[in-house]
């Protein structure tokens, strides 16, 4: 299974992958390809380090491994089971430390988008300093729930198993977050959207 | 213009009108974490599989095949089936014993363990699916009619069991040109022994069951098989790992079985013991996988030293197949093509109808005990559960003790 496949958990068959890793080291093998990455992503941008996203990942595979023949299929099914692990591992780290910023600034992250014109390249450096400011004033639920939809990727169904909403409430939530923050980018570059 | 649209919908981020434009390509960049760095991956990797409790109970020879005790209910039509099948196999008991000599004194080696899911001491975890079994029992009408003739006695072997020393793994490692110490690592409610240099380099680490496992750093991205050795190339590859590791002694290991897994870049080459045969047991084993290069990416193992042998002799299969039916077998079922349960009870209810019988090998290693390979009878056919607004049908196996009662320790 080709991580690129990830989101198609319908040709996976995610449930009698699961199943089968119970018993199968090599099944696990292809949970762990199919989530580590997503795991790590969602952790680097909670914590703001690749070191302790690193130490989260890690520390969540470890849990996943050792509670596998306790888990249940439930609403949300295995991904918002996992990511419920690395989501608290998170919050204990974050207890530990003040929010440093979920955005770390990295060589990669300001590369300008390739096929931009100068005037787009502005645009967008300028959109992305404002969208970042405002993620970083995010309340820490929206934040969290802002980061499940769109860097781990998950389902309004997973990120409500997965944070103890409801599948209505968390659909509520990415909706008034997504609509301010258009609404506020939209009054920095001047002009309604 | 800068837009985005509100996702009310239960589908993943990405698609169609879930943000356009400009706003897009911001959202998807500031939102999108950096994938794990590869070494930290593959390492990651290779550490949680190795903790897998199969992997550490000397498993991870047969994908997707677990056991579990059975919880059995006897078939009402069992009684007359079962009746025919006496007098069927008292009748080939009493063909199949006259005249037969037992040059070899049996039962040499005293009683043997029972057949029993746990794994060896301290490596917790049992490989079952997670689900019981309330099953039906019922014969196909050959076997009903009759059960086929099988020896009335097999060998038990006795084996020794790799030392959790030291001494083992630093000859290991010196075969396998690791010069890291061997230290102990804690594993479970003891340790383990590991030759690791901690800088991604190769390492090896033995567990107190005996599994052992190498592993080397590896790019684990797709690759074409015609980059990876022929089946035969493979096997030869992989045998001569395998004695040259000192991981199982020269002769020992079976014919071996190669597995592509392209989207890992490499092959897996599975291997039981020669002999007896066929183990149903998941251990012994040997597994090397075989990467771009002809690289041995990872070897693992749990191999044992045959010790001694001696003839038991066997039950009846009718005397084995009602154990079955009492609950006292294990079944094996490929858990790839099973629904599970469909219940809230979490328990499979179905038909199990056993279709052929065999003898086969099992290892039953108590824990702090002396490993056996022990004759089970293979009762193998097919399981039939509700599922999908019909029944489905699934191969499965279900193994008894074949020796007899008198030298079984319970």
Redesign the interface.
């Known amino acids: 299974?080709?991580v690129s496949e990830l989101?198609d958990e319908q040709a996976f068959d995610l449930?009698?992958?699961v199943?089968?890793a119970?018993?199968?080291?090599?099944?696990?093998?292809v949970l762990?390809?199919l989530y580590?990455?997503r795991i790590?992503?969602?952790?680097?941008?909670r914590l703001g380090s690749?070191a302790e996203?690193?130490d989260v990942?890690?520390e969540t595979?470890?849990r996943a491994?050792a509670g596998l023949?306790r888990?249940?299929?439930r609403a949300g099914g295995f991904g918002a089971w996992l990511f419920r692990i690395a989501r608290n591992l998170c919050l204990d780290a974050l207890k530990d430390r003040a929010r440093s910023g979920p955005?770390p600034r990295d060589a990669?992250?300001d590369l300008p988008?390739a096929g931009e014109s100068p005037e787009?390249q502005a645009?967008?450096a300028e959109?992305?300093r404002e969208?970042?400011a405002m993620?970083t004033a995010l309340p820490d639920h929206q934040l969290e729930v802002?980061?499940l939809?769109?860097?781990a990727?998950?389902?309004?169904?997973e990120i409500a198993a997965c944070t103890g909403m409801t599948?209505t409430a968390v659909?509520s939530l990415?909706?008034r977050t997504?609509?301010k923050?258009?609404e506020r980018?939209?009054e920095h570059?001047g002009g309604p959207? | 213009m800068v837009s985005i649209l509100a996702d009310h919908s239960d589908r993943r981020p990405g698609g169609a009108g879930a943000v356009d434009g400009i706003f897009a390509r911001i959202l998807a960049r500031e939102l999108s974490g950096p994938p794990a760095d590869r070494v930290f991956r593959a390492q990651l990797r290779g550490r949680v599989l190795a903790a897998h409790p199969v992997a550490s109970q000397g498993a991870a020879g047969a994908p997707g095949i677990r056991t579990q005790r059975l919880k059995a209910r006897r078939s009402g039509v069992r009684g007359p089936l079962l009746g025919l099948a006496l007098v069927a196999v008292l009748a080939i008991a009493l063909i199949a014993g006259r005249g037969v000599l037992f040059p070899e004194p049996l039962a040499r080696l005293g009683k043997l363990p029972e057949l029993a899911l746990e794994p060896p001491s301290g490596q917790g975890g049992a490989a079952g699916p997670g689900y019981t079994f309330d099953l039906t029992y019922s014969l196909s009408p050959q076997l009903s009619a009759g059960w086929p003739v099988l020896p009335r006695r097999a060998e038990a072997c006795r084996l020794k069991p790799p030392a959790l020393s030291e001494q083992h793994v630093a000859d290991l490692a010196a075969r396998l040109g690791i010069t890291a110490p061997v230290v102990q690592e804690g594993w479970q409610d003891g340790y383990l022994l590991a030759a690791d240099p901690g800088d991604g380099g190769p390492s090896i680490r033995m567990f107190p069951s005996g599994y052992t496992i190498y592993m080397r750093p590896y790019d684990y991205s797709p690759v074409a098989p015609s980059e990876l050795p022929s089946d035969q190339k493979a096997l030869e590859i992989a045998r001569a790992w395998l004695v040259s590791s000192g991981f199982v002694p020269e002769g020992s290991l079976g014919p071996g079985q190669v597995d592509l897994d392209p989207e890992n870049g490499m092959l897996y080459v599975r291997f039981k013991p020669a002999a007896p045969e066929p183990i149903v047991s998941i251990s012994p084993f040997a597994i090397v996988q075989i990467g771009r290069g002809e690289t041995v990416v990872m070897g693992s193992a749990t191999w044992f030293l045959h010790d001694a042998s001696s003839p038991y002799p066997l039950r009846g299969v009718a005397e084995a197949w009602e154990l079955v039916e009492n609950g006292d077998g294990l079944l094996e079922f490929e858990t790839r093509e099973f629904p599970g349960p469909v219940g809230e009870d979490n328990v499979v209810r179905g038909l199990a109808t056993a279709r052929s019988v065999s003898l086969g090998w099992w290892l039953a290693a108590p824990a702090g005990e002396v490993p056996y390979l022990i004759p089970v009878y293979v009762f193998s056919g097919e399981l039939s559960v509700p599922g999908g607004g019909g029944t489905a049908e699934y191969p499965f196996q279900v193994w008894a003790p074949a020796v007899t009662e008198a030298y079984i320790q319970r």
């Open positions: 299974m080709a989101a449930r009698r992958q199943d089968r119970r018993g199968d080291p090599e099944a696990f093998g762990y390809d580590v990455d790590h992503a969602f952790c680097f941008r690749r996203a690193e990942t890690a595979m470890a491994l023949p888990f249940r299929w955005w990669a992250a988008d787009d645009l967008a959109a992305r969208l970042r993620l802002v980061l939809k769109y860097t990727g998950l389902r309004n169904t599948p659909s990415l909706y997504l609509q923050l258009r980018l939209g570059l959207q």
